[in-house]
C-alpha cells in the first residue's frame, strides 16, 4: 500500500508541473540521454554541436543547468531533480527562445516518474551495466527504470522521433524494441569510426562512444559532418571528466569514475602512465557489492593507491574503505581518510612522468556525511591547492 502511495504522489507531482508550466516540452526540441555511464559527456558534447550549428540550447545534467547563454553547476547532488523542476527549466528555455533542450535522464528519475509529461524528439542510449541494485532491487528492475525512458519516447506525439543506441551493448535491441515502431531508429558502434574518421582531443575509448552517440544524433538533426569535426576539434573538455589540473613535471587529473566500469575505462586510458590513484568506494547505503571490485581494478592498474572518504552519508566511512581495501591483492595502497590529505600526499610523493587520477566526485559539490552533513568540495580546485602549496614549498626551499 505504501509503495502504491509514493507512484501516487509521484506521479500527481510529474503532472503538476506540466500543468503549472503548460507543457513545456511541446514547444522546444527535447533529446534525453540516458545510460549507466557517458551521459554528461554525451549531453555536453550533443550541446556543444548544436550551438556550432546555431541553436540556443537548455541543459539539465549532472553537471549544470543552462537556458541559453545562463548556466549554474548542478549543486543538488541529483542528476535529474524533481519537484516540478524539469518542467519549469523547460519553460524557462521556451520563454527564452530555445531551440533544443539537452536532458539527462535517469533510472531514479523514472522509478520517481520524473520522465512522464515530456515529449521526446529524441533519446540517446549510451551503455548499461549493474548500478544502484540496492535502490532497484535487481539488474532487472534496473533496466526496466532505464526502458521506461524509451517508453516514453514511444508515447512522444512528436513526429520524427530518433532513438540513438549504442550497438555494441548487449541490451541495446531492447531499447530499440521499446522505443516503438514509428521512432526512427539509429545504431552506433565503435567501429563506425573507421568510417566516419572523427577526431576528438577527449581521452579513451569510452569517450569515442559518447563522440559517436552525440554525432550520430546531430546528424538526426539535420547537423552536417563539417560542423561535427568542427565542434570536435574545438572541444577540449568537461569539467570533472578526465579534467587536467594544473600544469607542471607530472599530470593531475579529476574524473568522475564510480562504476567498475568507468574506472576501469579512466585508467585505461592513462595506460601509458606510471598511476598515482585517489579514490573512494562507493556512497554510504548503496552499491555494496561493487567496493571489493573498485579495489581491485585500483590493484590491477595503479601503482600507488591512496584510499579515502568519499560519501558516506550515514554508513562508517571506514567500513567503506575497508571494504574496497578487502579488493586490493597487494601492500602498495595507503589509508588516508582525509580525503584532502589523501590528495596532497599523491601529489607529494609524485615524480615526474606521473599520473595522480582522483576519482569518484568529478565535479559534486559536496562530501555527505550522516545526518545530512554536507561538506563543501570540488576534486579539482583542492587538487589545484596542494599543487600551489608544493610549488610555494619548493620555492622557500630554494
Known sequence: MFEKLKKIYHYSLALAGALIYQFPSRKIKVIAVTGTKGKTSTVEIINAILEEAGYQTVISSTLRFKVGEESVN????????????????????????????????????????????????????????????????????????????AHQLSRSKKSPRFIVVNGDDKEHTKFLQAAGKDAQKVVYKL??????????????????????????????QGVGPEIIQETLNNFAGIRGRMEPVGRQEFDVIVDYAHTPDSLRAAYKAL?????????????????????????????????????????????????????????????????????????????????PGDVIIITGKGTDPYIMGANGKKTPWDDATVAHEELEKLRDARTTRS
Request: with cysteine; proline share 3%.
Open 191 to 220: 567501429s563506425d569510426n573507421e568510417t566516419l574518421k572523427l577526431h576528438t582531443r577527449l581521452p579513451g575509448e569510452f569517450n569515442l562512444y559518447n563522440v559517436l552517440a552525440a554525432a550520430r544524433l546531430a546528424e538526426t
Open 271 to 351: 595506460n601509458n602512465k606510471r598511476k598515482i590513484c585517489v579514490l573512494g568506494g562507493t556512497g554510504g547505503g548503496r552499491d555494496h557489492w561493487k567496493r571489493p571490485l573498485m579495489g581491485q581494478i585500483a590493484s590491477e592498474n595503479c601503482d600507488r593507491i591512496f584510499l579515502t572518504d568519499e560519501d558516506p552519508y550515514d554508513e562508517n566511512p571506514e567500513e567503506i574503505v575497508k571494504q574496497v581495501a578487502s579488493g586490493i591483492k597487494s601492500n602498495n595502497y595507503k589509508v588516508i581518510m582525509d580525503r584532502r590529505e589523501a590528495i596532497r600526499e599523491a601529489v607529494r610523493i609524485a615524480q
Open 74 to 149: 548542478n549543486r543538488r547532488k541529483m542528476t535529474m531533480p524533481g519537484r516540478l523542476f524539469l518542467q519549469k527549466i523547460l519553460r524557462r528555455g521556451v520563454n527564452a527562445g530555445c531551440d533544443y533542450a539537452v536532458v539527462e535522464m535517469t533510472s531514479e528519475g523514472a522509478k520517481q516518474f520524473r520522465h512522464k509529461f515530456i515529449e521526446l524528439d529524441a533519446l540517446v542510449f549510451t551503455n548499461i551495466a549493474p548500478e544502484h541494485i540496492e535502490s532497484h532491487g535487481s539488474y532487472e528492475n534496473y533496466l526496466k527504470a532505464k526502458l521506461a525512458i
